[in-house]
């Protein structure tokens, strides 16, 4: 069981509103997935190097030239809501 | 018209460049029956076949999942919150297809952002097994793997993170392909966890499979940093025979949590290798039942992370119930995701978060070297490693919907491969009966080999496929997929 104040830090952090009743159910469906995942705990794993890139790739490297970019008003054209040729948010003091 | 159907997708191409068929004709009658589709498999259709370009796919049309981007055309992922995106550009891996002529069918269904096993968690509605419609078709490539089972599309693209190819290929009936990581730009596909998101063909036989792979792969994307040059060319595959094929058997991956039905069909398929000239012996992948523990680390960590990007300022959904910054991203986010990418958000948040890094994260990583090493063992004595695709035929929708876990173990035969970065096919090898009984369905058989070993791995998966004679035309006995039900 995870406690729901630490399920709503984690939401804080993910950027993610949940109602209390999602708060509820997460705190209980996390705690089963953690119980399963802890059977990694049983293994020694202390001489063991970590692998986050499966096959062998150096620095990719490449020239640093410039390129054209995607034209302004095609990427601007997904966005839901645009002022003066800018993305347009909501204040972040409202 | 149903003569055109019988073809497999390398038949259709050799059909169109002797002139013995029309590719405006060919495309036509899989647009029309991609339109009427009745299985939710579709989520767009295109409108009418593009100008065609002669290629060595030979204008066949191909059905893409949905989290490939395609200019002009929506690519949702299966999400609300990318609700009417059109993105400004296409994915490398469809844009080469195309200009090898295969063109755009349309883009299918799929579990939202490719979290699930299923093709439940989509905000389309789920996807319905052809050979059962009261089935899942799996997930989450599942909208890709019943169009072709049912005929609606000659052939398909999918992803694969943790089996969402070769998953969906088993419960419907017909092969997917994961390649080798790296083997296939991801350029242009909606990320889900990029250190092993890769894409692959999903199709009616192994020799379309091979076909449609051998214009995938080729030099390195420069748009792409993880992408490879291949080694060599796919080659379609001509062997009959297995002899001297050395093929390992898990016992970790082919006992416990196995389906009597599928077991069956399984070590009948493993026979069928032996009168075909193989050696089949154990062999141990002794940190295979730790995959799914750590895949369920380090897929969501990746996740939460790739989809920091939703926030309702750029493209898709945004809530208009905010009216401050932090509100309007959190709010947007709340609405726009479904409950399985909540879960691995927060999972993979969880295991991010300062205190769980190293406990998680880390031991998760280390677990991956291991298991990678179980493989490089293995394929010191075997050539390939053999598995059930998948624990099970096709369940019934909704049953696992409420167990995330029960779900997550679908993809217990299918993940180690993943961490390890090896190409993996499954191919039909049988039909079972579902635990409860009912209606036989059909079973995979999965083939796992050293990375880049492509060509032996579909020359061995089409020996097996002669020798099975799997029909995947029985499909359609359970009904017209263009007709209501």
Same mark, same amino acid.
């Given at each position: 069981?995870?406690?729901?104040?630490?399920?709503?830090?984690?939401?804080?952090?993910?950027?993610?509103?949940?109602?209390?009743?999602?708060?509820?159910?997460?705190?209980?469906?996390?705690?089963?997935?953690?119980?399963?995942?802890?059977?990694?705990?049983?293994?020694?794993?202390?001489?063991?190097?970590?692998?986050?890139?499966?096959?062998?790739?150096?620095?990719?490297?490449?020239?640093?030239?410039?390129?054209?970019?995607?034209?302004?008003?095609?990427?601007?054209?997904?966005?839901?809501?645009?002022v003066d040729d800018g993305f347009a948010v909501?204040?972040?003091?409202? | 018209?149903?003569?055109?159907?019988?073809?497999?997708?390398?038949?259709?191409?050799?059909?169109?460049?002797?002139?013995?068929?029309?590719?405006?004709?060919?495309?036509?009658?899989?647009?029309?029956?991609?339109?009427?589709?009745?299985?939710?498999?579709?989520?767009?259709?295109?409108?009418?076949?593009?100008?065609?370009?002669?290629?060595?796919?030979?204008?066949?049309?191909?059905?893409?999942?949905?989290?490939?981007?395609?200019?002009?055309?929506?690519?949702?992922?299966?999400?609300?919150?990318?609700?009417?995106?059109?993105?400004?550009?296409?994915?490398?891996?469809?844009?080469?297809?195309?200009?090898?002529?295969?063109?755009?069918?349309?883009?299918?269904?799929?579990?939202?952002?490719?979290?699930?096993?299923?093709?439940?968690?989509? &905000?389309?509605?789920?996807?319905?097994? /052809? !050979?059962?419609? @009261?089935?899942?078709? *799996? =997930? %989450?490539?599942?909208?890709? $793997? +019943? &169009?072709?089972?049912?005929?609606?599309? /000659? !052939?398909?693209? @999918?992803?694969?993170? *943790? =089996? %969402?190819?070769?998953?969906? $290929? +088993?419960?419907?009936?017909?092969?997917?392909?994961?390649?080798?990581? @790296?083997?296939?730009?991801?350029?242009?596909?909606?990320?889900? $966890?990029?250190?092993?998101?890769?894409?692959?063909?999903?199709?009616?036989?192994?020799?379309?499979?091979?076909?449609?792979?051998?214009?995938?792969v080729g030099p390195r994307d420069p748009r792409?940093?993880?992408?490879?040059?291949?080694?060599?060319?796919?080659?379609?595959?001509?062997?009959?025979?297995?002899?001297?094929?050395?093929?390992?058997?898990?016992?970790?991956?082919?006992?416990?949590?196995?389906?009597?039905?599928?077991?069956?069909?399984?070590?009948?398929?493993?026979?069928?290798?032996?009168?075909?000239?193989?050696?089949?012996?154990?062999?141990?992948?002794?940190?295979?039942p730790h995959a799914l523990a750590a895949y369920?680390?380090?897929?969501?960590?990746?996740?939460?992370?790739?989809?920091?990007?939703?926030?309702?300022?750029?493209?898709?959904?945004?809530?208009?119930?905010?009216?401050?910054?932090?509100?309007?991203?959190?709010?947007?986010?709340?609405?726009?995701?479904?409950?399985?990418?909540?879960?691995?958000?927060?999972?993979?948040?969880?295991?991010?978060?300062?205190?769980?890094?190293?406990?998680?994260?880390?031991?998760?990583?280390?677990?991956?070297?291991?298991?990678?090493?179980?493989?490089?063992?293995?394929?010191?004595?075997?050539?390939?490693?053999?598995?059930?695709?998948?624990?099970?035929?096709?369940?019934?929708?909704?049953?696992?919907?409420?167990?995330?876990?029960?779900?997550?173990?679908?993809?217990?035969?299918?993940?180690?491969?993943?961490?390890?970065?090896?190409?993996?096919?499954?191919?039909?090898?049988?039909?079972?009966?579902?635990?409860?009984?009912?209606?036989?369905?059909?079973?995979?058989?999965?083939?796992?080999?050293?990375?880049?070993?492509?060509?032996?791995?579909?020359?061995?998966?089409?020996?097996?496929?002669?020798?099975?004679?799997?029909?995947?035309?029985?499909?359609?006995?359970?009904?017209?997929?263009?007709?209501?039900?």
């Open positions: 069981m995870i406690e729901r104040e630490e399920v709503r830090h984690v939401a804080r952090l993910a950027r993610l509103a949940l109602s209390d009743e999602e708060v509820d159910r997460m705190a209980v469906e996390l705690a089963g997935v953690l119980d399963h995942i802890a059977t990694i705990e049983q293994l020694d794993l202390d001489t063991v190097e970590p692998t986050s890139h499966v096959v062998a790739v150096e620095n990719a490297l490449r020239e640093d030239l410039p390129q054209p970019s995607l034209a302004r008003e095609l990427v601007l054209a997904s966005a839901p809501a645009v909501p204040s972040p003091q409202a | 018209m149903s003569e055109i159907l019988e073809l497999s997708a390398a038949a259709a191409a050799g059909a169109v460049a002797s002139g013995e068929l029309d590719a405006g004709e060919l495309f036509e009658t899989y647009r029309a029956r991609a339109a009427a589709d009745q299985l939710n498999a579709f989520v767009w259709v295109a409108e009418a076949a593009p100008p065609a370009v002669a290629g060595p796919l030979g204008g066949v049309p191909l059905a893409v999942k949905d989290l490939f981007c395609t200019e002009g055309v929506p690519s949702q992922s299966g999400s609300r919150i990318l609700a009417g995106y059109c993105p400004p550009y296409t994915a490398t891996v469809v844009e080469r297809l195309a200009a090898d002529g295969a063109p755009l069918l349309g883009k299918t269904n799929q579990d939202e952002f490719a979290m699930g096993s299923s093709t439940e968690n989509s &905000a389309f509605g789920p996807v319905r097994n /052809p !050979w059962d419609r @009261g089935r899942v078709p *799996g =997930g %989450s490539s599942g909208g890709s $793997a +019943a &169009a072709v089972a049912a005929r609606l599309a /000659p !052939w398909a693209l @999918g992803t694969d993170t *943790g =089996g %969402s190819i070769r998953q969906p $290929a +088993a419960l419907c009936g017909i092969v997917g392909l994961k390649p080798t990581y @790296g083997a296939v730009s991801r350029y242009g596909m909606i990320a889900f $966890a990029s250190s092993l998101d890769q894409a692959g063909p999903l199709t009616r036989d192994v020799t379309d499979a091979a076909l449609l792979y051998s214009r995938m792409d940093s993880t992408s490879l040059d291949f080694p060599g060319a796919i080659e379609l595959p001509v062997r009959s025979d297995l002899a001297g094929v050395r093929i390992g058997v898990p016992a970790e991956l082919s006992g416990d949590g196995i389906e009597a039905g599928v077991l069956s069909a399984f070590e009948a398929t493993l026979e069928l290798a032996r009168a075909l000239g193989a050696s089949v012996e154990p062999c141990a992948l002794p940190h295979a369920y680390v380090l897929a969501p960590a990746e996740a939460s992370s790739n989809l920091a990007r939703f926030d309702g300022v750029r493209y898709g959904y945004r809530s208009s119930d905010a009216d401050e910054l932090i509100g309007m991203y959190t709010q947007t986010r709340h609405d726009g995701f479904g409950a399985e990418v909540k879960r691995r958000i927060m999972l993979g948040t969880y295991a991010l978060s300062s205190g769980y890094y190293d406990a998680f994260y880390g031991r998760a990583q280390r677990v991956r070297t291991k298991i990678a090493e179980d493989f490089a063992v293995g394929f010191e004595r075997f050539d390939f490693i053999a598995t059930p695709t998948a624990p099970g035929v096709a369940f019934e929708l909704g049953a696992k919907t409420s167990d995330p876990l029960a779900m997550y173990l679908n993809d217990f035969c299918t993940v180690p491969m993943s961490l390890a970065g090896i190409p993996a096919i499954s191919i039909p090898c049988g039909l079972a009966e579902p635990p409860g009984g009912g209606r036989a369905l059909p079973v995979g058989f999965q083939l796992a080999g050293p990375a880049f070993s492509e060509n032996t791995l579909l020359a061995a998966a089409f020996a097996l496929e002669q020798a099975l004679g799997f029909d995947g035309a029985l499909a359609s006995s359970a009904g017209d997929p263009t007709a209501d039900q």
